[in-house]
């Protein structure tokens, strides 16, 4: 039973569902764990052991009467600080929301729970959700499992080191500009980013958010192996109507010829060999599994995208989002509202228009692009995960986060779904390889991912690493 925290999600669900374990051994295992390794980490910032089994002795009932318990049946899975859990604060990591308590949940919330997962807490987020590292003022640092001395990833960092350390099977997190997959390549684990419309959103204890986040900000999984983040983007997408934005589009789209490109520095990004290297050998590995795999140099715009984004991401809420900052004080998200001050205020009604437009046509060019092939696959990062709080310390190291993040800046501002694969270790720092396909092909992006996992990714659970 002490080891219940290291199935993976499918294979626990089957369990329950069969009765060799209960969802309550599962939540106990979970809380179990979660109080043995997250005061190293500070991976989840709150949590009521009291209300998890009562979610999973509800999930027991269901199965004693023979009722469907669904798919995530007893999993203990994480939620996010930054939407809304009934009865609990939508902090965002914020000294300013920390009575800001939801009266109703979130729509993946309430698609996670109708499929049976019990949630074990919420994890931790920068503030603002805006930054690829995770510390803020009310909760603290979250410390990565694998390595204290490089970041968790953000702004789901503490999602990702929560199922790392094996905190949860399944851990829900938010992406506006690589904050699911980039805190997953730092954390050795593997997240999905789903395309704009896929899963539902919304909170209602915040204002509503500006048009910008709202067609570029998604929810979506995090797991230790591709089938447990297929298992849980298939629960998270269900319909709900308050979201407006939520397309009907199905979960497997038509079969295609499995034809992959690798671009191992994608619109000339200087890419670290460690990095260039796995991305190579995940084309081998896909080439081992029967897929044409051809390496690319010339890819649809891609910088200029990250570009488009940064400044829909910020400019649209700009002065509103900044009076915030300073009242909170938080020095993370201070360093990058004021470094991109020029950015956010250069874009006025006109430029906004001519943004959109332009993305129009960058879209276009990407679907033309996934008319040939399947997937592509590419570097999340050009760097390996960064040292702790590198985007501190100067301005010329807030500019090479920058940088080295294109890839994951650029994907939310054409649509495109995207996969992060953990594909081993660098000493006992993680590497993997982003992959991408067309609107509404998150199943192209596992069915590769498999592929690519296949060949072999570093060891998960982990126990936290000292300093």
């Not at 939310?412 to 067309?438: D, K, N, Y």
């Not at 092909?441 to 690493?465: F, K, M, N």
């Amino acid at each position: 039973m002490n080891d219940i925290w290291r199935l993976s999600a499918t294979e626990l669900a089957s369990q329950i569902r069969s009765k060799k374990l209960s969802a309550r051994e599962a939540a106990s295992a979970a809380i179990a764990r979660l109080n043995a390794v997250n005061p190293a980490i500070n991976a989840v910032i709150d949590h009521r052991p009291d209300e998890t089994l009562a979610q999973a002795d509800a999930v027991d009932a269901a199965i004693a009467k023979g009722a469907d318990a669904g798919p995530l049946a007893g999993v203990p899975i994480t939620i996010k600080v930054n939407v809304d859990q009934a009865g609990f604060a939508t902090t965002n990591g914020l000294t300013l929301q920390r009575d800001l308590v939801a009266r109703t949940n979130s729509p993946v919330v309430d698609n996670l729970r109708k499929a049976g997962a019990v949630i074990v807490g919420r994890t931790n987020t920068p503030a603002f959700s805006a930054r690829w590292f995770t510390t803020n003022l009310l909760h603290g640092e979250t410390r990565n499992p694998r390595d204290p001395s490089i970041t968790p990833g953000g702004s789901s960092g503490g999602a990702a080191a929560a199922v790392t350390a094996g905190i949860g099977h399944i851990a829900h997190g938010t992406d506006i500009a690589g904050s699911i997959r980039y805190p997953a390549y730092a954390c050795g684990v593997h997240g999905l980013r789903p395309t704009i419309g896929r899963i539902p959103a919304f909170n209602a204890s915040s204002p509503e958010r500006p048009i910008g986040p709202q067609i570029t900000a998604v929810s979506g999984p995090l797991a230790r192996t591709v089938g447990d983040v297929r298992l849980a983007f298939h629960a998270m997408s269900k319909r709900d109507p308050r979201d407006p934005w939520w397309v009907p589009a199905p979960l497997e789209g038509p079969s295609r010829e499995k034809r992959a490109a690798i671009c191992l520095r994608p619109d000339g990004l200087e890419t670290v060999k460690e990095v260039s290297d796995a991305v190579a050998d995940a084309g081998k590995r896909l080439a081992r599994a029967g897929w044409t795999v051809e390496e690319i140099t010339e890819i649809p715009p891609f910088e200029e995208a990250a570009d488009l984004q940064m400044k829909l991401w910020l400019s649209d809420g700009y002065d509103a989002l900044r009076d915030m900052a300073e009242r909170e004080g938080d020095p993370g998200a201070l360093a990058v509202l004021r470094d991109q001050e020029s950015v956010a205020r250069a874009l006025d009604l006109a430029a906004f228009s001519k943004l959109l437009t332009r993305r129009a046509t960058l879209v276009r060019a990407w679907e033309m692009f996934f008319e040939t092939y399947a997937v592509i696959v590419m570097p999340p990062c050009g760097e390996l995960p960064f040292e702790w709080q590198l985007d501190l310390k100067g301005d010329a190291s807030l500019h090479r986060v920058l940088r080295a993040q294109m890839p994951q800046i650029a994907l939310p501002f054409i649509g495109m779904p995207g996969l992060t694969v953990s594909t081993g270790l660098v000493g006992r720092v993680p590497v993997g390889v982003q992959i991408v396909a067309g609107r509404y092909r998150e199943d192209l992006c596992l069915l590769a991912g498999e592929a690519i996992e296949a060949g072999g990714v570093p060891a998960s659970p982990v126990d936290p690493v000292s300093a």
